[in-house]
């Protein structure tokens, strides 16, 4: 079956780090670029940035620049999203999703991230 | 940077009605807009790719059409699963990135 599974809910202190999981399975992992977009409540899609399973490169929304890392693990076909230095407003569902020439076909379920003191 | 507006921001139908919602960008993408449809609680569904190519599974009611800076999806009879939130998004070369207009929300009338 083809899917991105995600890890589960955070919580998290204002100031810490939190690293999301997003494993692929049904396909080859390194074929097609894994990209992170959020979403508050009540609010819109904010695309975060991407990576290249199989070179490791990434490229970051400049909104995000500075505080966000994308790495993967091949071994076991999962990507992670690193945020640092959280603040309230980064309180949200954060999705992995599969791009593929410039729309995004398959997506992750979401992990909410909760920030608060 | 390319902004996506979208409008209306809710439309209000009854099933069985035409719905048309509109995406425009603030400079040409060409043909290279996607729309995808979530419902609360789950992720976002991709409908359309390029302007007018149907997702895989995606019902014949649901079409695209345009290019440039000017999109749509329409929608041509309302079933009740389709009520829900559509974002329109659009790839970019320079910077290099991906762009979510604001969405439409389309509820029951």
């Known amino acids: 079956q083809v899917q991105l599974v995600q890890s589960g809910a955070e919580v998290k202190k204002p100031g810490a780090s939190v690293k999301v999981s997003c494993k692929a399975s049904?396909?080859?992992?390194?074929?097609?670029?894994i990209n992170w977009v959020r979403q508050a409540t009540g609010q819109g899609l904010e695309w975060m940035g991407w990576m290249n399973p199989n070179s490791g490169n990434t490229g970051y929304a400049q909104k995000f620049q500075g505080r966000v890392t994308m790495t993967r693990n091949t071994s076991i076909s999962t990507a992670y999203m690193e945020l640092s230095s959280l603040r309230s407003e980064d309180t949200a569902v954060y999705y992995c999703?599969?791009?593929?020439?410039?729309?995004?076909?398959?997506w992750g379920r979401g992990t909410l991230v909760t920030v608060s003191s | 940077e390319i902004v996506l507006t979208q409008s209306p921001a809710t439309l209000s139908l009854s099933p069985g009605e035409r719905a048309t919602l509109s995406c425009r960008a603030s400079q040409s993408v060409s043909s290279y807009l996607a729309w995808y449809q979530q419902k609360p609680g789950q992720a976002p569904r991709l409908l359309i790719y390029d302007a007018s190519n149907r997702a895989t599974g995606i019902p014949a009611r649901f079409s695209g059409s345009g290019s440039g800076t000017d999109f749509t999806l329409t929608i041509s009879s309302l079933e009740p699963e389709d009520f829900a939130v559509y974002y329109c998004?659009?790839?970019?070369?320079?910077?290099?990135?991906?762009?979510f207009g604001p969405g439409t929300k389309v509820d029951i009338k």
């Open positions: 998004q659009q790839r970019s070369n320079w910077p290099p990135g991906y762009t």
């Open positions: 049904g396909y080859t992992f390194t074929s097609y670029d």
């Open positions: 999703a599969r791009a593929r020439i410039g729309y995004f076909d398959l």
